[in-house]
């Protein structure tokens, strides 16, 4: 069991400098994130693109962005639980919280604070029938072990990036692979664009293009699927089929832990401190709503620095507290590291 | 003064809206359904990478044609017909007063 003070679900930008604004009232912090990495939608959605409106930063890349949260916050000793979604949540005798992820970990705080932004990446699914039905059964949507399609029949469907670098991996794995795109165009790397261009040419793989995969077929696994290419409709004996359209987010099974839901939000009170309708559970940034929300990186960091400070009442209800500013009191990590304004020479001039 | 002009969009229950929209805003469909609190998410922002906001062209208004990031995206989304659109492609302009839309179902 993982034990902290504040845990935090959603390591987006909101997630991350809650970590600091905790440290400041020396509060420890552990972040669950179902993406792999932290950062959120800036680093799934937009690493390379610039943000010019994050206060004192004329321009600056979200990735760098989060690159400098992580830098920031990194004193403060974070934990993580990465590639993990939180999916349940209950509370002990003694009023603190057991989240569970989907993968078991279990972390246990007296507070929670859901940063979930949109919610958790999920893949995006053609709506095909009996997709639902042959999923482990021959359908997969991410990659786990490349090692499970060694001599096996893979279809691939999609344009972009994911779908190009998996047709050249797996290439190498699988018996035969077929890609399928709705157009001939691919919007990729143009270096992975030309390796499966090579590869078609040589024979090595099947590019069926401009072409849509239409049913699934199979008893009680998938054995084949068949496509429409411009009319007509050709059938392709598979084991697998990978449909690789990108992520999409879903709110997910937060929705279900009994907190008010509105447009797609968790409700909270904003004119105290973000609290949702069960006491100890926090919402900020882009996932809460109130009347006058705005989905923005500064209103995020915002709602983190007042939410720390009601968290720290609940934590330490006996203690007063005043607020500090790190100019004067520094930033000290739990680390051990000091960070501190030089401080001013008295000096006697004769 | 530019004039506001008028959109019809029917929604994913068959339900007709009026919306009327600024042309001196730089606003494109997808915001102006968000304006007016559809059902149209924007995930990516606009920037033709999620396609959230694809919806059908009913009426024949001479639309810009589609960049090469909006075929792209549209040849990955879902329930694709030949008057697909992504809205956050189309931008508010006299030449569309009047369009009519339908939304496409959510993915
Ligand atoms: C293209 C684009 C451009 C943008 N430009 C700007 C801009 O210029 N300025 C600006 O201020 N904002 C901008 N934004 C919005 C900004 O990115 C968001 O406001 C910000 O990312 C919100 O941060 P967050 O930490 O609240 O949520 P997110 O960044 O969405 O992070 C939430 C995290 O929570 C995780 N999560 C959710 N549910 C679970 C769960 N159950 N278990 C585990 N993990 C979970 C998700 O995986 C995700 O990583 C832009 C957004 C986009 C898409
Ligand atoms: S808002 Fe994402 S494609 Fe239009």
Redesign the pocket.
């Known amino acids: 069991m993982i034990k902290t003070d504040i845990l935090i679900?959603?390591?987006?930008?909101?997630?991350?400098f809650t970590v600091f604004e905790a440290g400041l009232l020396q509060l420890k912090c552990h972040l669950?994130?179902?993406?792999p990495m932290?950062?959120?939608?800036?680093?799934?959605?937009?690493p390379k693109?610039?943000?010019?409106?994050?206060p004192s930063h004329p321009e600056i890349l979200?990735g760098d962005l989060v690159k400098n949260l992580e830098q920031q916050i990194a004193p403060f000793q974070p934990g993580y639980t990465l590639g993990?979604?939180?999916?349940s949540i209950e509370k002990t005798a003694e009023n603190e919280f057991i989240v569970t992820?989907d993968k078991g970990t279990q972390h246990q705080a007296p507070v929670v604070a859901?940063?979930?932004?949109?919610?958790?990446?999920e893949p995006r699914k053609p709506p095909l029938k009996r997709l639902d039905f042959f999923e482990d059964k021959g359908v997969s949507y991410i990659i786990k072990e490349p090692e499970m399609y060694r001599d096996k029949k893979v279809v691939i469907a999609g344009g972009g990036d994911s779908a190009l670098d998996w047709t050249i991996f797996l290439e190498n794995v699988a018996a035969s692979v077929t890609l399928i795109h709705r157009r001939n165009e691919f919007r990729g790397a143009l270096d992975s664009v030309e390796k499966v261009q090579h590869l078609k040419n040589e024979g090595r793989i099947q590019l069926i293009t401009p072409a849509e995969v239409t049913t699934l077929e199979g008893e009680s696994k998938l054995t084949s699927i068949s496509v429409n290419k411009e009319g007509e409709i050709l059938k392709i004996d598979c084991d697998h089929f990978i449909p690789l359209f990108g992520l999409t987010?879903k709110?997910?099974?937060?929705a279900n832990w009994g907190l008010e839901i509105e447009k797609n939000a968790i409700k909270v009170d904003n004119t105290l401190d973000y609290q949702t309708n069960i006491p100890g559970i926090y919402a900020?940034?882009?996932?809460n709503t109130y009347p006058g929300k705005l989905?923005?990186?500064?209103?995020?960091f915002h709602e983190a620095t007042l939410m720390c400070q009601s968290a720290f009442k609940k934590i330490h209800p006996e203690k007063r507290n005043v607020l500090k500013y790190t100019t004067v009191s520094g930033v000290s990590g739990f680390d051990g590291s000091l960070k501190q304004a030089a401080k001013s020479t008295i000096k006697t001039i004769e | 003064m530019p004039q506001d002009i008028t959109i019809y969009l029917t929604d994913r229950e068959g339900e007709l809206h009026t919306l009327i929209a600024p042309t001196d805003m730089q606003m494109n469909l997808m915001e102006i359904c968000k304006a007016y609190e559809l059902p149209v998410e924007g995930?990516?922002?606009?920037?033709a990478?999620c396609a959230s906001c694809q919806c059908y062209v009913e009426s024949d208004h001479p639309l810009p044609e589609r960049s090469d990031d909006e075929e792209a995206m549209l040849s990955e989304a879902f329930y694709v017909e030949e008057n697909s659109r992504l809205g956050c492609q189309i931008q508010m302009t006299d030449a569309i007063d009047g369009l009519k839309i339908r939304l496409a179902p959510s993915e």
């Open positions: 679900i959603g390591a987006g930008p909101t997630g991350l669950i994130d179902s993406l932290p950062g959120g939608q800036c680093a799934e959605i937009y693109k610039p943000i010019y409106d994050i979200a993990e979604s939180a999916v992820t859901i940063a979930g932004g949109l919610g958790t990446f987010p709110l997910g099974p937060i900020i940034g882009d996932v989905k923005l990186i500064l209103c995020g | 995930t990516c922002g606009g920037m990478m």
